[in-house]
């Protein structure tokens, strides 16, 4: 299960993202035109379902001139990031 | 090995999750294993939902604690072949623009787990992870 809250600076992330997810996340996004902070303090599991939403998010916002910005990621969320050598190439703070 | 079956849909995986909880409570094993098992199983059952065209309407889960070892296997009947182990690699290190979503979820199963095996016999795929995990 997943909590998507859209607030006026940020989107926070609740709960799993993961397959039967993504598709939630991917359209919360798309309705964003500009910058997107998403925060994931509360983020307790991603798979690759939710890295895919974020790599195609990031893409579409770079291609605007916006920033897809995550922040508050919990350890074991940012070690899937590095393991799939997106901690790197995704703006983390 | 204890055996559950699961309709081939990404709406299953809450009752997955699940499953693979009861079962790591009931060996004593730490619910911090738990993320990495998810991932694994999660990655593999989508796949098989996604590509086993013409598959049976369930796939098996089984689950197996010998320590310090948990073996996870899933039987897909009736889908093509298709071995996870012998998928191209990602490249990791390439840029932003030239990443995306497909081949990640089995990367992922191979950073994550010690083995993973794959067999095909009479029209029935088995996966086989083995993982080392804490109690």
């Known amino acids: ?93 | 090995m204890v055996e559950r079956r699961f309709p081939r849909t990404s709406a299953s995986l809450e009752a997955i999750y699940a499953y693979v909880r009861e079962f790591l409570a009931s060996h004593g094993i730490q619910e911090e294993a738990a993320f990495d098992v998810d991932l694994i199983v999660e990655e593999l059952f989508t796949n098989m939902v996604k590509y086993g065209v013409g598959g049976q309407p369930e796939i098996t889960i089984g689950l197996e604690w010998k320590a310090p070892s948990l073996t996870l296997r899933l039987e897909d009947f009736g889908a093509p072949p298709f071995d996870p182990a012998q998928a191209p690699a990602v490249d990791v290190n390439r840029p932003i623009e030239e990443r995306r979503a497909g081949g990640l979820g089995l990367h992922l199963v191979r950073r994550m787990a010690d083995r993973l095996e794959y067999a095909y016999e009479d029209g029935r795929s088995r996966i086989t992870v083995t993982k080392r995990v804490g109690t």
């Not at chain 1, 993202?17 to 925060?39: S, Y």
């Not at chain 1, 940012?78 to 703070?93: C, M, P, S, T």
């Open chain 1, 1 to 93: 299960m997943l909590e998507i809250r859209t607030l006026p600076d940020r989107i926070q992330l609740a709960g799993r993202l993961d397959a039967a997810e993504a598709d939630h996340v991917d359209r919360a996004l798309k309705a964003v035109t500009g910058p997107v902070l998403l925060d994931c303090a509360e983020l307790d599991y991603i798979s690759s379902a939710g890295l895919g939403v974020l790599i195609e998010a990031h893409k579409r916002l770079a291609a605007a001139g916006h920033a897809l910005t995550l922040t508050n990621l919990v350890p074991r969320v940012r070690n899937v990031f590095g393991y799939a050598g997106l901690d790197r190439l995704l703006k983390i703070v």
